[in-house]
């Protein structure tokens, strides 16, 4: 965030060539800022969970402990300007899998209602974890591929909705080799993104699959789909998503991974949000900005007021996760929004 090294082109060019995506360069807002520490109690508030062989597993923490090394500050806006309803979920776990400071941050912007986004909230990270532990040999892209392909599967049954769907980036990281090197995953379905932060520049770490892909547009048509005003069919702007049923094998469920090593004094936080933020903001943008405040709490709050300023109509999730936090420290305070709060002045 604040006051960090200059650019390493050593260290840019690898995530630079893996990803050659360019930037194309009145309301009461329902607005939820919040950050997973409660100031004064410096405990973790574990939690745990039965696996599909019934065998109780640890999720994690939904809030760091005071030895925690990251951060996480999420902020979540309805806009209700432009939405009736919030569609979004988010979920945030500190000591994944009960392994000190490993971590997992999901991002899940619902369309044609909120079902799908809120069943993946709950069961993404744990098909996720389970498959962790049954398979620990195995390439975490691969489990992070069959992880979205398997809750895919099952939102139609548990949801009772062949309509709904959400988009979905995740990001999932751990230590490895006795904590020598810390490595980030990610994988997503749709324009929901993920964004690193290294030496000030901005990396996408995610894909955006939409209809305006030349690529994605042909491999719709290829399966019998037809791009209507680049729509699937004519209706769904996004050709990636979970759910979505009844468009069949038209919509993919098959994520964008990358696997991306964390290295020290080099990269400060990456950003997950959904496209209510990156329809108005570009990476490099979002990453300057947040390199201003000290607070990632207050980062992703006054992201998301930038996006609202923007005139963005979609739903707004911003998560902002800081890699650098020394143990013991303590986001600032006062940054919470009361959601009563009129910002028409502000914004319009």
């Known amino acids: ?63 760091p402990s005071k030895t925690s090394n990251w951060l996480a500050g999420m902020v979540e806006d309805k806009n209700q300007r432009w939405r009736r309803a919030m569609e979004d979920a988010h979920s945030c776990w500190y000591d994944f899998g009960g392994n000190q400071d490993d971590g997992f941050i999901g991002v899940y912007d619902g369309h044609a209602g909120a079902q799908a986004s809120d069943y993946c909230k709950k069961v993404l990270h744990k098909i996720l974890l389970e498959k962790l532990r049954k398979y620990p040999d195995r390439l975490v892209t691969d489990l992070l591929d069959e992880t979205f392909v398997e809750v895919n599967d099952s939102i139609a049954k548990e ?3 062949d309509v709904c769907g959400c988009t979905s980036a995740i990001a999932f990281f ?18 929901a993104r993920v964004v690193l932060c290294r030496d000030g520049k901005a990396i996408r770490l995610s894909y955006d699959h939409k209809g305006s892909d030349e690529n994605e547009a042909r491999r719709v048509t290829q399966l019998g789909g037809a ?7 004519g209706v769904l702007a996004v050709t990636r998503a979970l759910g979505d049923t009844y468009l069949k094998e038209l919509v993919s469920a098959h994520p ?14 990456f950003i997950v949000a959904c496209d209510g933020l990156w329809d108005v903001i570009s990476d490099q943008e979002a990453v300057d900005f947040v390199r201003k405040f000290t607070s990632c709490r207050e980062a992703a709050l006054r992201l998301v007021e930038h996006a ?4 963005s109509t979609d739903n707004i999730t911003c998560i902002v996760v800081n890699l650098t936090r020394a143990p013991g420290d303590v986001d600032e305070p006062g940054v919470m929004v009361d959601s009563n709060n009129d910002y028409s002045n502000d914004y319009y």
């Open 1 to 63: 965030m604040k006051g960090h090294n200059t650019v390493s082109s050593a260290l840019l060019e690898p995530l630079q060539k893996m990803n050659p995506f360019k930037d194309s360069g009145p309301s009461n807002h329902a607005r939820r800022a919040s950050i997973s520490y409660e100031e004064g109690e410096g405990r973790s508030h574990l939690v745990d969970a039965k696996d599909s062989e019934g065998q109780t597993m640890r999720i994690g923490s939904t809030r």
């Open 159 to 161: 949801t009772k909705n």
């Open 174 to 191: 751990r230590y490895e080799n006795n904590r020598s090197r810390r490595v980030l995953y990610t994988a997503n379905v749709g324009d």
């Open 227 to 233: 791009m209507v005003q680049n729509r699937i069919n």
């Open 256 to 269: 964008f991974t990358t696997e991306t090593r964390i290295w020290p004094g080099h990269d400060e936080f």
């Open 308 to 311: 609202l300023k923007r005139l």
